[in-house]
């Protein structure tokens, strides 16, 4: 069993309401979780959570940013994420040594999106993989940001915070796209950040 509080704030507004703490069975796989109590869109905004900790990562921020233009309406649903590689593991393969390296290593493996073709109203899950290494067993603020893109005008931007030792992550951030959204080719660009070390990959989607 393990302790959730989840708080839920408007970006756009001054109001923060507070959701109580409960304990639920835990819903991981290698060392995955979920954070926030779901989200939704308001005004321009995104409604985002924050948890305490679970599988020895603690969510420090939330899912904050804008949606706008053929997103405005959307809403994004729980962050979720999966640990692929152990902190040793992602070190071999990088053949990184954290003894003698001069900066934190990030690197943005694969996006994608899932469906790749989606009709408005539905959801598309905006997924990356990545790895983050830093000083040996440290923890480290990592910033995950999606831009997302329709014709070259920025649609939104969902972003999130989290504290992580080294290795390689999987995370999603669904996106229910609003019932009238735009048809169109949308491109995500997906910047991870720890440190002033970042890296970016793009992947898109499409609705018909």
């Excluded at 509080?5 to 979920?34: F, H, P, W």
């Excluded at 390296?101 to 943005?108: N, P, S």
């Excluded at 790749?116 to 990592?142: E, F, H, I, K, R």
């Amino acid at each position: 069993m393990w302790k959730k509080c989840v708080s839920l704030l408007l970006v756009t507004g001054l109001t923060v309401s507070i959701a109580g703490c409960a304990n639920q069975s835990t819903m991981e796989e290698n060392k995955g979780a979920m954070i926030g109590g779901g989200a939704g869109a308001a005004a321009g905004g995104i409604i985002g959570g924050i948890i305490g900790s679970q599988s020895g990562h603690t969510g420090t921020g939330v899912v904050i940013g804008g949606l706008l233009g053929g997103l405005a309406g959307a809403a994004v649903g729980h962050y979720a994420y999966d640990q692929k590689r152990t902190e040793t593991q992602a070190q071999q393969v990088y053949k990184y040594d954290p003894a003698t390296a001069k900066a934190t290593l990030v690197r943005v493996e694969s996006t994608k999106t899932s469906p790749a073709t989606v009709a408005p109203g539905g959801t598309v899950d905006l997924q990356a993989t990545y790895t983050v290494l830093g000083p040996q067993n440290s923890t480290m603020d990592v910033t995950e940001t999606r831009e997302v893109r329709l014709d070259g005008e920025l649609q939104g931007k969902p972003q999130i915070t989290v504290q992580r030792q080294g290795g390689t992550f999987e995370s999603k951030v669904p996106l229910v796209l609003p019932a009238d959204a735009k048809k169109g080719k949308y491109i995500v660009a997906t910047t991870v950040q720890a440190g002033t070390s970042s890296d970016t990959k793009e992947t898109s989607f499409t609705v018909k």
